[in-house]
């Protein structure tokens, strides 16, 4: 009986020392070299919400009426693409109208509206490592912004400095699929709301 | 002329502001830009108009429209994951 004690107890004392030991050695390492622990500064939950509020403001003032609509009501935008080979393609399918969509922290993704075939995800970030405010990561509609600015300021730039990964790496190809649905619609929705306006007779105006 | 830049947890912050036609000022702009560049930022230029609306990325700051607005300094593109 003692001794199923005590062999109980060696191996309570033995998994703990797996627990606890890694502590009391960074604990020991840290008094030893007299540091101090770095206080994190007090979470501001409201922070992140004025940033981005900040950051949709910025992006609104840059991107045209149709394309601040689309992120405001889609959560994204769509970049024509400008080369007239897209990227990645040298065949006789060059000069085929190729578009991307942007969306915030999430790799750009190449598609042809005209099949909705999607090409490629590019994945690109924008790190901040000063870090400011403790996080590399910008405000989502800052991200759009950089990417769109990149995108449409020098295309070839950007996409060069992206890695490129097959659709489905990271976007799921349903949604995007379906985000591209959704966008057919948006774009049907807009275009007829002008048309059913100008057809209203002016007494039921 | 205004430059902004993007900062994580903030949203855009002015940097700079100034008088491209007074030299002065032009200095400074010139510096800050180098700066920006120098800290690994990419600079931008909104380019408004009828229609389609895109940026323009400068290198430099002889790069940048006399007539612009602003200028949008953002951390350099890297790829991601």
């Not at chain 1, 690109?124 to 403790?134: H, I, L, Q, S």
């Not at chain 1, 400095?161 to 699929?177: C, E, I, K, Y």
Request: net charge positive.
């Amino acid at each position: 009986m003692l001794l199923a004690l005590a062999a109980t107890a060696l191996v309570a004392i033995a998994l703990l020392w797996e627990t606890t030991a890694p502590r009391l050695v960074e604990a020991f390492e840290r008094h030893r070299a007299r540091r101090k622990l770095v206080v994190a500064p007090d979470y501001d939950p409201g922070r992140e919400r004025r940033a981005e509020a900040r950051a949709r403001q910025l992006l609104k003032s840059c991107v045209n009426d149709e394309e601040w609509a689309m992120y405001r009501d889609l959560g994204l935008i769509r970049v024509w693409g400008t080369q007239s080979e897209r990227p990645g393609q040298h065949d006789a399918a060059a000069g085929t109208p190729y578009a991307y969509l942007i969306y915030p922290h999430k790799p750009i993704l190449a598609y042809l509206p005209q099949t909705g075939r999607l090409l490629n995800e590019y994945c690109v970030a924008f790190p901040d490592e000063t870090r400011p405010y403790g996080s590399a990561r910008l405000p989502d509609s800052d991200d759009v912004l950089a990417k769109w600015m990149a995108l449409t300021g020098d295309e070839r730039r950007l996409i060069g400095t992206a890695n490129l990964h097959l659709p489905g790496r990271q976007l799921d190809p349903r949604q995007v699929r379906r985000d591209l649905w959704r966008l057919r619609q948006w774009e049907r929705a807009r275009t007829a709301r002008p048309a059913a306006r100008s057809e209203t007779p002016p007494a039921a105006r | 002329m205004k430059f902004l830049r993007m900062k994580p947890g903030h949203g855009e912050v002015l940097i700079a502001e100034g008088d491209v036609e007074v030299r002065e000022d032009e200095e400074r702009l010139v510096e800050e830009f180098r700066q920006q560049l120098d800290a690994g930022m990419w600079a931008a230029v909104p380019l408004s108009g009828e229609g389609r609306r895109t940026a323009q990325l400068a290198r430099s700051f002889a790069e940048v429209p006399r007539d612009a607005e602003r200028v949008i300094f953002f951390p350099r593109a890297a790829g991601g994951r």
